[in-house]
């Protein structure tokens, strides 16, 4: 299975283009002269030093070109080898795992720091048995957890909470050794909190934060509006493509995963808590601070995976025996949960099924690497690339040394600054007349990359940018921009993704 898996995940990476989020990070590691520089240099972006320090030790090691996918994939491909040799799981239970979209795809083709996280998690379900009465090695995992993305802080202070009611079954609490392991562990992960706030606050993304509530309605934590937060916040567990579930269920079907999967642990205390930990901290974080991607959301997917783990392995402690449910009901519980957790992991395949899908059809998520090729021409070489968004541009500094200006920032750059002092609308004349300004001033091409299928509107449109400001064209600046530009290529999306672009080479007035 373990080799299967390799093969599909090989294939999935042999064909994937960089998204600008991928080289955003890579773009950041390699700068600065020194590590203490590039640290320095991170700082406030939004994620922890940890895997900016392995891009860069990669990059000193590895050709350049793969140093990123290759590291990526060495993370993603030892969760999976963890897993499958150590897991005490059933085969269909280790298939469904190891096939969904988290572990095949995003945490170990897509070249970000949210695979660590899987790593991390499962390297301490597979030691935790020998480590629990020991204390360093879980706290060193525990710190290293606490350094890889935001959220996972959230996901190491619930399994220390799951550590502590563990050992309270089997311990009485006291100055024993089992108790000073939990609290060396508590104590390196709470350095491990410590390196992870100074590095991303204070953040100077702060236009892609939510802003922050003037109150907080008691009423969004409790009853129908929670289970409605957690429908919106974990709608992308469900897939879209043909089946266009999310469209319609999400409100209702991610609570009756949730509930089903907590409901598994109804006699572990231990991971109930946990569980339930997990998803109020993740759902706080992504109502309160940002909202969550795939890539945030099934962080908790992973986590349940490692609390059934550690359950399977008999920890997790007990209920009062009076708390037990009767026979019937404990038999109805039992397949109810299992029920969810065989759809909610099999929801996770549906959507690798779909990555497989436009691997084989050769649809790529992002455009730019076509883009980047037309710029490899040698007419093109030595050309200034602008286009709106800006965001769209960051990936193309992984496949071309083209210089990248960014219309809003008014400066040359590797990369976008979310900052709501920066964000500001732009109009189509607005894009034109910084192509004349800089062709005037360098003579060098200027190309320009416009997001595609939105902008070719023969009317006056509005284009939403996001937290980024807005885009305007009218009728008159649209037939101003086309009689001083030429035609290149269209790049349209061919899957999920935002990276597509429609090209046009300045020539002046005409």
């Not at 000193?60 to 996918?69: G, R």
């Amino acid at each position: 299975m373990l080799a299967l898996w390799l093969v599909v995940a090989g294939f999935l990476a042999s064909g994937h283009v960089m998204w600008r989020d991928e080289v955003r990070a890579w773009t950041l590691a390699l700068s600065g002269d020194t590590v203490a520089a590039m640290l320095r240099g991170v700082r406030g972006e939004g994620h922890p030093g940890l895997w900016y320090l392995m891009l860069r030790g990669a990059d000193a090691v590895l050709p350049k070109a793969q140093a990123m996918p290759i590291t990526a994939f060495a993370v993603g491909a030892a969760a999976a080898a963890i897993f499958a040799l150590r897991a005490p799981f059933r085969w269909p239970i280790l298939a469904l795992v190891l096939f969904g979209r988290f572990a095949l795809y995003e945490y170990t083709v897509m070249a970000r720091n949210y695979g660590i996280s899987m790593l991390v998690l499962f390297a301490m379900a597979a030691l935790y048995t020998r480590h629990r009465d020991k204390g360093w090695v879980l706290g060193l995992l525990l710190g290293l957890l606490c350094n890889t993305n935001a959220p996972s802080v959230v996901l190491a202070a619930a399994f220390l909470l799951f550590w502590a009611i563990d050992l309270r079954a089997d311990h009485p609490i006291g100055w024993t050794r089992p108790w000073r392991a939990w609290l060396i562990g508590a104590g390196m992960a709470t350095i491990g909190v410590v390196l992870c706030v100074l590095e991303i606050y204070p953040p100077f993304n702060d236009a892609a934060a939510i802003a922050p509530p003037g109150s907080i309605d008691v009423a969004m934590l409790r009853g129908l509006e929670m289970l409605s937060l957690a429908g919106d916040h974990f709608k992308e567990w469900i897939p879209l493509g043909p089946f266009q579930l999310r469209k319609h269920l999400h409100i209702a079907v991610i609570p009756l995963l949730l509930g089903g999967a907590l409901l598994r642990w109804r006699s572990a205390p231990a991971a109930l808590l946990a569980g339930a930990a997990a998803t109020l901290g993740l759902l706080a974080m992504f109502t309160f601070v940002y909202d969550g991607a795939y890539r945030h959301q099934a962080l908790l997917i992973v986590f349940f995976v490692v609390l059934a783990w550690l359950v399977a392995q008999g920890h997790g402690g007990c209920w009062p025996q009076n708390w037990s449910l009767g026979p019937r009901k404990a038999r109805s519980a039992r397949r109810f949960s299992n029920a969810a957790i065989l759809v909610a992991l099999g929801l996770q395949d549906i959507q690798s099924v779909q990555l497989v899908g436009r691997g084989l059809r050769g649809m790529p998520e992002s455009r730019s690497f076509e883009l980047a090729q037309l710029l490899a021409r040698p007419d093109l070489r030595d050309a200034i690339v602008i286009g709106d968004p800006d965001y769209n541009l960051e990936s193309l500094r992984y496949y071309v040394p083209n210089p990248t200006y960014f219309l809003r920032e008014h400066r040359f750059g590797g990369y976008t600054i979310f900052s709501r002092h920066a964000k500001r609308m732009i109009r189509l004349s607005g894009v034109l007349e910084t192509a004349r300004r800089l062709h005037a001033a360098t003579g060098r091409p200027i190309v320009i990359a416009m997001s595609e299928p939105l902008f070719r509107a023969g009317t006056p449109a509005w284009h939403p940018r996001g937290f980024y400001g807005d885009m305007l064209q009218s009728a008159e600046e649209l037939h101003r921009f086309l009689s001083e530009t030429r035609g290149l290529a269209r790049f349209p999306l061919l899957a999920d993704g935002d990276e597509s672009y429609d090209v046009f080479l300045y020539e002046g007035t005409r």
